[in-house]
């Protein structure tokens, strides 16, 4: 497969993880493209796969579904074998192997895990497993432009709504620059409560701040 190729079949998308004193925000556009075509404006690219841990998705749109089908069954057999919930570093792990034991044939990923055990955590994966946590974090073709707006304006111990606000903004500024990242933003926080989506409205109202 030449490089040109893979261009072609790989998704565009951002993604954008970024920790905050009491949790962690995860946002994402709702584009999914194959090269300049747009197969869809309403791909839900954050998923929710325990009580507290979600996973966002970017590249191959059949890779990342399976992988997440794995990782739903896989956190609710642990949760139901052990009575309590994996930890976040634990799912990430998971995930991790999961990617590692199929380098000869990989899944065409890279995702973000995050969530709340005791404390906020944040992982970036890459296709082959490599498993890093970061403080914050973006993932797609756009992912260079929100870097710029992340290492701009990301501080230790930020509240949620400023976490949430920096979160939209740097997937925002990456829609205006990346053709591939587009159609809106998800975002949703894990806190030690659980999680919560937002609204249209209310990511309209963070970025209007």
């Known amino acids: 497969m030449t490089e040109q190729t893979e261009q072609k079949i790989f998704k565009g998308t951002t993604t954008v993880g ?10 994402a556009d709702k584009r999914a493209s194959f090269s300049t075509f747009i197969a869809s404006r309403e791909v839900e690219k954050i998923q929710v796969v325990g009580d ?21 069954a ?4 642990y949760k139901y074998s052990r009575g309590q919930e994996m930890s976040i570093k634990g799912a990430a792990t998971l995930l991790a192997n999961v990617l590692q034991g199929n380098k000869y044939f990989p ?6 895990v995050a969530g709340f055990d005791v404390q906020p ?7 082959l497993g490599g498993l890093m946590e970061e403080r914050y974090v973006s993932t797609g073709s756009g992912s260079v432009v929100a ?9 230790d111990g930020m ?30 926080v894990v806190t030690e409560k659980g999680i919560k ?13």
């Open 147 to 155: 870097y710029g707006v992340l290492d701009d304006y990301f501080k």
């Open 159 to 188: 509240s949620q709504d400023d976490a949430v606000r920096l979160a939209v903004k740097a997937v925002s500024s990456a829609m205006k620059r990346d053709s591939a990242t587009g159609d809106g933003i998800d975002a949703l």
């Open 52 to 72: 507290r841990v979600a996973m966002t998705m970017a590249g191959g749109v059949g890779d990342a579904q399976t992988l997440v089908r794995i990782m739903k």
């Open 197 to 209: 989506r937002f609204s249209k409205d209310e990511v309209k109202n963070f970025l209007a701040k």
């Open 18 to 27: 970024v920790t905050f004193k009491d949790g962690v925000v995860i946002a």
């Open 74 to 77: 896989e956190l609710a057999l």
């Open 121 to 127: 955590r944040l992982f970036d994966l890459d296709p």
């Open 107 to 112: 899944y065409l990923v890279q995702m973000i």
